[in-house]
C-alpha cells in the first residue's frame, strides 16, 4: 500500500492513498480512535473559530463527531449536532434534505427536535475533510432549509481545490494523479 506522510504540527501520521477513480488517489484520513490529532485539531480549530459566534456546532456523521466532541468541550458547549445520512429508527418527526438527486450520496438527516433546535440559531459546520465539497454543500442545504443561519465553514484539511466557497481550513492535503500530486500544498 502507498501512503502520504503528514506532519500536522508535530504529529506524524502515515495516511494510506485510496483510489477515486483508476487515475486519482487521496489520501485518507480517519479521526476514529486517533485522539491526539483530533485534541490537536480541535486546538487549532478553536484559535481560528474564536472570533465567530454561533450556537451550535454541526456536523456530518461518523469521521467528524470525535471532533465535534472536543470543540464542544474547547468552547464550554452543552452540546453539538450531527447529521445522519439515513433516517434511524430513533428519529422523531426526521428533517431530511430535499434534493431532486434522490441518492444515497445527497441524503442528510437531522432529528426533528435537533431540526427545530437550529431554528433561528447561527451555527458553525464542521467537517474533517473537504475533496469535492458535496457533502458540505448538502449539509449547509439541509441547515438552510432548518433555518439555521451559517456563521462558519471550517474543516482541518481541503483536499484539492473542488470546493471553492469560503471555508476555514487548517491545512492542504494533496491529491494524486497518477501518483503525482496535483496540489504541492501539505
Known amino acids: 500500500m502507498e501512503y502520504y506522510n503528514l506532519d500536522f504540527f508535530g504529529l506524524k501520521r502515515k495516511l494510506p492513498l485510496v483510489?477515486?477513480?483508476?487515475?486519482?488517489?487521496?489520501?485518507?484520513?480517519s479521526l476514529l480512535g486517533d485522539t491526539e490529532l483530533t485534541d490537536k485539531a480541535a486546538?487549532?480549530?478553536?484559535?481560528k473559530?474564536?472570533?465567530?459566534?454561533?450556537?451550535?456546532?454541526?456536523?456530518?456523521?461518523?469521521k467528524v463527531v470525535p471532533l465535534l466532541h472536543a470543540l464542544s468541550q474547547k468552547f464550554g458547549q452543552k452540546r453539538y449536532i450531527v447529521c445522519r445520512k439515513s433516517i434511524k429508527g430513533y428519529m422523531n418527526d426526521p428533517?431530511?434534505?430535499k434534493t431532486p438527486q434522490g441518492t444515497k450520496s445527497n441524503f442528510l438527516v437531522l432529528d426533528g427536535p435537533d431540526a427545530e433546535l437550529l431554528q433561528g440559531k447561527k451555527v458553525a459546520v464542521i467537517d474533517d475533510v473537504v475533496s469535492?465539497?458535496?457533502?458540505?454543500?448538502n449539509l449547509?442545504?439541509?441547515l438552510k432549509q432548518a433555518g439555521a443561519e451559517i456563521e462558519v465553514v471550517a474543516t482541518i484539511f481541503k483536499?484539492?481545490?473542488?470546493y471553492e466557497k469560503d471555508?476555514?481550513?487548517?491545512?492542504s492535503l494533496p491529491v494524486f494523479f497518477n501518483q503525482l500530486p496535483l496540489d504541492k500544498k501539505s
Not at 19 to 29: D, E, F, N, R, Y
Not at 49 to 62: M, S, T
Not at 159 to 162: E, V
Open 132 to 137: 469535492s465539497g458535496t457533502t458540505l454543500t
Open 167 to 171: 471555508l476555514l481550513f487548517l491545512s
Open 159 to 162: 483536499q484539492g481545490d473542488k
Open 43 to 47: 486546538e487549532k480549530l478553536k484559535e
Open 140 to 142: 449547509e442545504n439541509l
Open 95 to 97: 428533517f431530511f434534505l
Open 49 to 62: 473559530l474564536e472570533k465567530f459566534h454561533f450556537d451550535y456546532l454541526v456536523g456530518p456523521e461518523v
Open 19 to 29: 483510489s477515486l477513480t483508476p487515475k486519482i488517489k487521496v489520501a485518507s484520513l
